[in-house]
């Protein structure tokens, strides 16, 4: 991702967290309970029209070793 898109993705990110203050706390209720392999994610989306979507995933090492570095990468941006 060049420069100028991960300063986009920041811009926006934020004003998503400005509209939408309990995700953020959701996220973290759930990170200190503790991600674990084995644990459900479940995603749904509910369209305007009704039609009603959802995924789900059975979290893997490697998904919450993907989950950490984001954490990670959260951290490092709050430092600068």
Do not use: W
């Amino acid at each position: 991702m060049n420069p100028m898109d991960m300063m986009q993705l920041a811009g926006r990110l934020s004003i998503f967290k400005q509209q939408h203050p309990k995700f953020g706390k959701f996220l973290k209720s759930v990170a200190a309970k503790g991600i674990t392999e084995g644990s459900i994610m479940e995603i749904k989306f509910k369209a305007t029209d009704g039609n009603e979507y959802v995924a789900n995933i059975k979290m893997t090492p490697e998904d919450i070793e993907t989950i950490n570095m984001i954490k990670d990468m959260g951290r490092h941006k709050d430092r600068n």
